[in-house]
Structure formats: C-alpha cells, structure tokens
C-alpha cells in the first residue's frame, strides 16, 4: 500500500501556540508533559477525556490549569452518592411573581466541565451526563438547552476497589475519546513539585495563551486533517481483529474507530502535519482504546490488562509504504 499526501491549508501558528500551551500547564503539572499532550489532542477533535488513577496524582490539577490556560468558562461537578441529575444539569424554578418556570442552568452550561469522582455518583446521576456528552445539549422537564461551544467533559475516576465506587457503563465509557493516567512522579519530580508548592501555587499565576474560539477553530480544522485510504483500512482491520479476540468479551465500535481516526487527526495538526501517518496511530492507539476493551473473564483471572491487548493487536498492522520522495504535503 501506498501513502498519499495531498497539499491541504494549515495553520502554520497553531502547533507553536499548542506548543506554549504545553508548556504553560507545565508549569503547574511536572513531568507530565506525554499527557498533557494527549489531552489537547482529545481536546482538539472535541473528544471528552476519562482521567484514572490514584487520588492526588494532580487529576484534578490538570483540569483546572488547562481551563485556565484556554481562558474557557469552567464548571466543576463534584460527584457523591447522594448526587441528582438536576445537579448536574440544572433545574426549572417556579417564580411566584410572574407565574412562570425558569430554567437555573447547572454547571454542566460550561466550556470546560471537570466531573470530580465520577464513579462516586450512582448510575442514574451518570447517566445525565450522556446526552450532554454525545449530542453538546441537556434536556430539563421536557425543555431542550444547547450547550456552550466549544463544550468538553474531562472526568476523573477513582479505581475501582476504592470504597464507594460504581464502574462505569461501557456505553458512556465508549463516550470518553480517551482514558489518560497520570501516574506517581519520579523522587526528582516530586522533589520540584514540593518547590514550586512552597510559595504561592503556580495556577495562581496561569494567565490565559489562547481563547475558547481559538481552540473551536482548530477543532474546525483538524477534521480537515487528510487520511489516506490505506490508514482507514488499518483502524478498520484493527476493530475487526478485536471484535474476534480471543481476550475481549467486548470489541472497539464503530464509535471507537471513529474517535481513533479523529485523535490521529489531532496528533498530526499538532506535529504541523496536514496528513495522517501511521505513527500517529500507533501513538494514540492505547489512550484511545483500552478503556473501551472488555476482556474476557479468562483473560482477567490470567492477569491481561487491555493495553496489552491493544499492543498485541498493534503488531499484527501491516505498515503502509512512506510517501516517495517529493510527494506533495
């Protein structure tokens, strides 16, 4: 197979401006600079992001300091077991003066939304957030409201053998572009966290790089991000494979390979690329899609993770032929 690359318009500015982003939140998060990376990709197709680990690894850390460094209207949902729906999306409150309804929006009317522990709420109170997720609008008593644009849903998760925790639905998992963990420091990131911590609190002193319609527009414009034929047939073959997994109770959906292409999308504008090549899959293969893998009860009780599954199925691609030597880009 062979790779073509057609000349497409590309804002030169924008990798440099992702670029200060990065680099800002950096700042604040050390030694997460992969991570903060791939949030901005999920970030740049409009994808929602699924942040899992410990409790006080900064999940919440870096929500708060990429809100801040997009200048974007910011909600924050902290999720218990005695959360409601109409908490999350807001409620219609009855005015005596006038005889009318009136709709009090919830924090979910936001550019930005962070869902704090959101395994810690019970399934009917998750269950809210899917409209929002998949069609950007939220229904209260039979009354529709769209959602802010850009609109973006980054929730963090406890694991799952923490006390008080539910799993969340594998359809609403499927609805996270991407699962990121962010994992301890290294003793000498630590060492320059407990530093930075001693004096005022580096979020404190983020100024905003870039606006909320800035990052709409190059959302615009990476799904003009042009993918080769040969690249769509190794997403497709990738799902199929995993549809037959010996491992996997639970394949990738056609939902799943969409956002996989889309994140390519995205990691090729960030590298200032107007095309898709196949490193870019390989390199969003895992965050985009090992959370939505359901493995097998063998494969459990063997001690397989989904990742491993995501890899092996990786080395079976077939590469598709560089583009030859002065090829248009």
Known sequence: MKLSTPSIQHQDFAPELLERVIARVGTVMVGKEAQIRLALMSMLCGGHILLEDMPGVGKTMLVRTLAACLGASFGRIQFTYDLMPAD???????????????????????????????????????????????????????????????????????????????????????????????????????????????????????????????MEKMQREVKGIFVDDSIKL????????????????????????????????????????SYVIPDDIKHTAVPVLAHRLLLSHEAVLGGVQSEDVVLELLSRLVMPMAPRKGARI
């Open 234 to 273: 190794m997403l497709v073959q990738t799902a199929d494979a995993s549809r037959r997994h010996s491992k996997l109770q639970l394949g990738m959906s056609p939902r799943g390979t969409l956002a996989w292409m889309q994140a390519s999308q995205a990691a090729a504008y960030m590298a200032g690329r």
């Open 88 to 214: 999350v999306t807001g409620t219609s409150v009855y005015r005596q003066h006038s005889g009318i309804f009136e709709f009090r929006p919830g924090p979910m009317m936001s550019n930005l939304v962070l869902a704090d522990e959101l395994n810690r709420a019970s399934p009917r109170t998750q269950s809210a957030l899917l409209e929002a997720m998949e069609e950007r609008r939220i229904t209260v008593d039979g009354s529709t409201y769209p959602l802010p644009r850009p609109f973006l849903l980054l929730a963090t998760q406890n694991p799952l053998q923490f006390e008080g925790t539910y799993r969340l639905p594998e359809a609403q998992l499927d609805r996270f572009l991407m699962r990121i963990q962010l994992g301890y420091p290294e003793p000498d990131q630590e060492m320059e966290l407990l530093s930075r911590m001693q004096g005022v609190h580096p979020l404190e002193r983020i100024k905003p790089v870039m606006l909320a319609e800035e």
